[in-house]
C-alpha cells in the first residue's frame, strides 16, 4: 500500500520533468518562464514529499527550510527574467514577435 | 454535538453545490461578463456555507473570529475585483466601438 | 593555538557589508569606498593563509550549530589558495573598475554605481563558496553569485545585454534548480548536507547516487562544458569589461572547483567508469569547439569569451586522468588547479586590456583595432602576455598547468587526450596571431581614434595608468613559475581531508 | 485504501495533469492562470503531507507573487498575443523522450529505495528548546542554518537591484484611475494588512508563518498601492527605496558582528535567540515586502520615470 508521501514524491517528478521539458523544447521566453516555474515547483514537491518518507512522527524540518529558500530564490530569479523580458520587449521592436 | 456536526455537514453540502454550480456555469456561460456572475455569486455564496460549516466544528472563538474573517475579506475582495473586470471589459467595449 | 571564530567568516562578511555600504553612500564616494574596501577585503584572507600555514587545515561553524544539524565551514590548502587567488582578482578587478567607471559628472546615481555592491556581493559569494563544505550552502551561493551575475551583465545597458543577461538567469535558475534536486536525493540517502560527513559514508547507493549525477549536471550547465556552454560567449563579451573579468576570470572558476570538491567528496570509491570518460570527451570537444568559434569572430572580446569555453573544457579533463588506477593523479590534479588559477588571472587580465582598447578606441571589432599596438603598447603587452599563457607556452603556469596534465595522460596511456590538448593549444595560437596580425599592423584605419561609431572621450593619464596596472600585474603574476610551484603546491598538500588526499602523492611536482 | 489516499491520488494526478495543460495553453494570459490554479493545488498538496509553512510561502510566494509577476509583466508585452508555432521536431522529440527517462529512471529510484529514510528530524527537535523559537521550520532558516538565510537575503536584494538596473526609456503604461469601489477596497484592506503582517511574524514563532509569508502579504500590499490612485511607493525618495531594500541583509550583518562577543556568527546565546530572531524577522519582512514590490513595479516597467537615472 503506498503511502500519500509515495504518491506526491512520484507527481513531484513528473511535474519536473513536465516543467523541464517545457524550458528545453519550447521556444517563446515567456513559456519557458512558466515552465521554468512548473519545474521549480515540481522539484519542490519531491523535497516536500520526501520530507514526509518515515510513517511516523513529524516530517524533517531541514528540507523545508531549504524549499523555503528555494521559493525565494525562484521568485527572485523570476522577477528578475519578467522584467528583462518587458525591457526588451520595450527597447527592442526585434523582439516583438518572437524571443531572443 | 452531534447536531452541530449534522449542522455542519449540511453547510458544507450546500457550499458544494453551490461552488458546482458556480464552476458549470463558469464553463458553460457565453462571455466574461456572464461567467463573473457565476463566480462573483454563486462561489461567495458557497465559500460562505463551507465557513459556516467550518464554524459548527470550533469553539474557540478566535479560530472563529479568523474563519469569519477570511468570508469577509474574501468578498471585498471578489467584489473589487470582479469590478475592475468588468470596468476593463467596458472600458475595451467602449474603445472597440468608438474605433468601428 | 586557538583561532579567531571569525577567521573563516570575515573574508565573507566583509565583502558582504560593502556591499550594503557601497549601496547607500552618495555616488562620488564610490572608487573611494570601492578600492579601500577592495584592500580591506583581500586582507581578510591574510590570517587564513597564516593559519593554514602554520597550524593545518580549520573547521568552524559560523551558526554556532555544527554539522551536521548547522553548516560548518572548511578551510584547508586548496580553499586558502582559491581564496588568495579571489584576493588578487578582487583587488585588480575593483582598481581597474574604479578608474573604468567615470563618475557621473552631477554626483546622481548612474546604472554603473550598482557596479560595486553588485561586485562586493559576487565577492562575498564566491569567497563564501570556496569555504563552503555545505551542499545547500553551495546552492544558496550559487544562487547569490549568478543573480549579482545578471545584474553586473546588465549594467552594459545594451539591448544585447540584456538579451544575454536573460539566457544568463534562465541557465542559472534550470541549472540550480537540477542541483537542488540532486541535493534533496542525496540528502534523504546519507541523512547529512555536510560535505565531509558524507564522504565518510561510501557505501554506494542508487539514491545518493543518482542525487550526485543530477548535482553533477546542474555544475556543468554553470561551469559552462560543452555542450551547455551556449549562454556563456554572450554574457561575457556583452558585459562591460570589469564584468567580463568578474564573469570570465572568477565566476567560471567556482562551478568548477564546486564540481571536484564534490566529486572527490562523494564519488571518488564509486565513481562510475562512464562518467568520468564522458566528461573527458565532453571537455575535449569544449577544447575544439570554443578554439574553432573563436576563430570565426570579429570582436576583441567575443576571441576571449569563445577562448574561455576552450579553456574550460581543458580542465574537464582532469576528471578522465583522475579516475584511473595508475599513478600520477596528484599531478593532473596540481596541473588543473595550476590551469583554473592561471586561466583565471590571464582572461582578466585580458578582458580589462581588451576594455581598454574597447574604452580609447571605441570599438572592440577587430577589424577597427589594427596598428593598434603602436598607440596601446601596453595594453597589447598584456595581450601577449595572456596570449602566451592561453596558448600554454613556457614559461607560464598555463604551461606548467597543461604540461602536468599531458604526462598524465602519458601515463594513463590515453593518447586521444593528449592529441586533443596538443591540438588544442595549436588552436589557441591560431585564434590569437589572428587577433595580433590586427593588432601589430604597421599602420591603422586612416581617420583617428573615433571610428567605429561611438563618440570617444579620450581617457586621462591616471585613468590609463589605473587600468593597465592591475591588468598587467595580473597577467605577469602568471609568469612567475618559480614562486608558483613550490608555493601552491605546499598549500594544496595542507589538509587535503577529503578522500583525494591520497591523490597527491610525493613527487606530483614536475 | 482509505479516503484519504483517494484524495491523494487524484490530487496529484490532476496536478499532473494541470501542469500539461498550463504549459499546452495558446497565450500568455491563459497559461498565467493556469499556472496560478496549479499552485494553489500545489499548496493544497503540501499541507497533506505535513508541511503547512510551506504551504502558505506556496500559496503566497509560489501562486499569488509570481502570478502578480507574471501578470504585471503581460501588462507590457500583451495578454492575448498567441504563442508562436512549436518547434522543429528535430529537437522536441528527442527532448520529450530525454525528459521521460529521467523521470522514469527517478520514479524507479525513488520507489526502490523508498524504504530507506534518513534525515535530520530528531537533532532538529532536540534543539528546539535553545533555538529560541517553537517552529521547527523557524528554528531551521534563522537558528541552525542562519547563514544560508543570510545569503538568501542577499539574493533577493542583488535581485531587486539587478531589476533597478534596467532604467530604460519610461515605458509603462500607466493604469487607468481605478474608480471609487478600488479606493474603498483600500480604505478597508490597509489596515487588515497592517494587522496581519505583524501577526504573521509574531505567530512564526510557534505556528506557521514567519517573515517570508509576512513579506509576501506586504507585497501584496505594495502591489495593490501601485495599483491605486495615488501609487505612493513611486513617489518614495530612491534613498529610502535603497535602505528598505538593504535593511533585513543590513540587520543580518550587524547581528553578525554584534554577535562577535559570544563568539561566532550567528550563535545567539539562548536566552537572547528569541529576540534577535524576532528582530531579523521584521527587519527581513520589510524588506522582502519592499523588494517583491519593486520586481513587481519593475516587470510592470513602472520604476522609472526618469530614464537617465538608476536607483
Known sequence: MPSSALIYTLAGIWIAVIGLRGVLAEEHVFRKIVASNIFGSGVFLVLVALARRAPDGPPDPVPHGMILTGIVVAVSATALMLALLGHLHDTDPDDREDSP | MIVFDLLSALFICMGVFFFFASAVGLLRFPDTLCRMHALAKADNLALGCVILGAVFQQ??????????????????????????LAQRIRRKHLAQQEAG | MIASPWLLTLPVILPLAFGVLTLLFPSDWLARTGRHGAMLCAAAVVPCTRWVWQAGPLHQSPGGWTAPLGIDLYLDGMACLFLIFTAVMGLGISFYAAAYYPPSPDGTRTRNDLFWPLWFVTWGGIQSLFLSQDLFNIYVTLELISVSGVGLILIAGTPGAVRAALQYQMQALIAGLVYLLGVGLVYNAVGTLDLQLMSDQLQPGLMKNTGMALMTAGLLIKAALFPLHFWLPKAHADATAPVSAVLSGLVVTVAFVMLTRIWFAGLHQLAPFLLPKLLGILGSAGIVWGGVLALRQHRLKRVLAYSTVSQVGYLFLVFALTFHDAPGQGLVWTGAVYLTISHGLVKGAAFMAAGYLQKAEGTDQLAALKGCARRHPVAVMVLAVASINLMGLPPSTGFIGKWMMLKASFHTQQWGLAVVMLGGGLLSAAYLFRVFEQLLQPSGPPSGPSRGGEAVTPLTRSQSIWMLTPAMLLALATLLPVLYITLPDALLRIGAPLPFSDFIRPGGTP | MTTGLI????????????????LRQRTPGESVVQLMIFGLLLALSWLRVDAPDLALTEAAIGSGVTGALLLAALHRTGFGTPFPSAVSPWIRYPVTIGCALLGAVLSLVVMYTWDQPAGLTDPAYAHLEESGTQNPVTAVILNYRGYDTLLEIGVLLVAALSVYTLSGPASGTPVKPPGPIFRFYMRVMTPVFWLVVPYMVWVGGRAPGGAFQAGALLSGLGALTLLGPTPWPLRLKRRVVRWG??????????????????????????????????????????????????????CAGWLHEDPERAV
Open chain 4, 245 to 298: 531594500l538593504s535593511l533585513g541583509f543590513s540587520l543580518f550583518l550587524v547581528t553578525a558582528a554584534w554577535m562577535w562577543q559570544y563568539g561566532n556568527l550567528l550563535a545567539y546565546p539562548t536566552e537572547q535567540a528569541a529576540t534577535w530572531i524576532l528582530l531579523i524577522e521584521i527587519a527581513c519582512t520589510l524588506s522582502i515586502g519592499i523588494s517583491l514590490t519593486v520586481m513587481f513595479a519593475g
Open chain 2, 59 to 84: 469553539t474557540d472563538p478566535l479560530i472563529i473570529g479568523k474563519l469569519l474573517l477570511i468570508w469577509v475579506v474574501t468578498l471585498l475582495s471578489s467584489a473589487t475585483g470582479g469590478f475592475l
Open chain 4, 7 to 22: 484524495f491523494d491520488i487524484v490530487l496529484a494526478f490532476s496536478l499532473v495533469v494541470l501542469a500539461i495543460i498550463t
